[in-house]
C-alpha cells in the first residue's frame, strides 16, 4: 500500500516563527503536493513538484516556500507564520503518468495553529 | 483560482437516505475524481470518471460524467452511519495536480 507520512498532525505555534511541515513518501512517486484545507473552502493546492528540485506554485503559494531535495520527500515551509495560515495541512504524491489524471495519495493531515 | 462550484456544502440524512451532491464547472475537464475524507483522515479516492456521458458505480455510489463536461454528480444509496465524511469532487489539470471543490459535509443520524 502506499503511504504518505506526515511528520506531526498537531502544531502549536507562535506568530513570526519559522515553521517546517514535512511530508515523505515509500512508492517512489515523482509528483508531490501540498494542499491547504479550510471549512468552505475545500482543498486549495498551495505548492507541486514534478521531479527533485523542482517546483511550481499551486493557487495559494503566498507566504509559503517548498523544499524537494530527495524524491520521497516535499517539505513545507512557513518562513514567518501568521494567524491566517491557521489550517490543515495535507500532503499529496502521486506516479508521473501520460496524462492528466490520476489517483492522488494523501497524507492524514497536519493541523497547524498560529497564535 | 478555484473554478469548481460544489453542492450543497453540508447534508443532515436518516440513515437508509439517498443522497445526491454535484459539482459543476466554469470550463470543460477531462477528468472528474470524486474523494471521501473520513474524519480525522486524509481523502481518499472513491471514483475516477474519463469520458463525458460515462457513469461508474463502485458499491452503493453512482458517479456520473455530465456530457457538457462541465458537471458531475455522486449519488450514494441506502446510507449508512460510516458514509458519513466530507466528500471531493476533483478535476485533473496539467502534471496532475488536481483541484477540488468545496466539499460536501454529510451527517447521517442512525
Known amino acids: 500500500d502506499v503511504k504518505v507520512t506526515q511528520s506531526s498532525r498537531y502544531l502549536v505555534k507562535r506568530t513570526g516563527e519559522k515553521v517546517f511541515l514535512e511530508c515523505v513518501q515509500d512508492?517512489?512517486?515523482?509528483?508531490m503536493f501540498w494542499y491547504r484545507q479550510d471549512p468552505g473552502l475545500g482543498l486549495r493546492l498551495i505548492y507541486f513538484s514534478y521531479d527533485v528540485k523542482m517546483k511550481e506554485k499551486g493557487d495559494i503559494p503566498e507566504g509559503y516556500s517548498v523544499s524537494r531535495e530527495k524524491k520521497e520527500r516535499f517539505s513545507l515551509i512557513l518562513e514567518s507564520a501568521s494567524t491566517n495560515q491557521t489550517s490543515m495541512y495535507l500532503c499529496?504524491?502521486?506516479?508521473?503518468?501520460?496524462?492528466?489524471?490520476?489517483?492522488?495519495?494523501f497524507g492524514e493531515g497536519s493541523r497547524l495553529t498560529v497564535l | 483560482g478555484q473554478q469548481l462550484n460544489q453542492s450543497p456544502q453540508s447534508m443532515f440524512i436518516q440513515e437508509g437516505e439517498d443522497v445526491s451532491m454535484n459539482c459543476t464547472s466554469s470550463?470543460?475537464?477531462?477528468?472528474w475524481l470524486w474523494y471521501k475524507q473520513d474524519p480525522g483522515e486524509g481523502p481518499v479516492l472513491l471514483i475516477a470518471l474519463y469520458k463525458a456521458g460515462e457513469l461508474t458505480s463502485n458499491g452503493r455510489l453512482t458517479a456520473q460524467f455530465g456530457i457538457t463536461r462541465k458537471d458531475s454528480f455522486l449519488n450514494i444509496s441506502a446510507s449508512i452511519p460510516s458514509d458519513v465524511g466530507i466528500y471531493f469532487c476533483g478535476r485533473g489539470t496539467s502534471y496532475g495536480k488536481l483541484t477540488f471543490g468545496q466539499g460536501t459535509i454529510l451527517t447521517v443520524h442512525p
Open positions: 512508492m517512489d512517486h515523482e509528483n
Open positions: 470550463s470543460i475537464f477531462n477528468t
Open positions: 499529496a504524491s502521486r506516479p508521473r503518468t501520460g496524462g492528466t489524471t490520476g489517483e492522488l495519495f
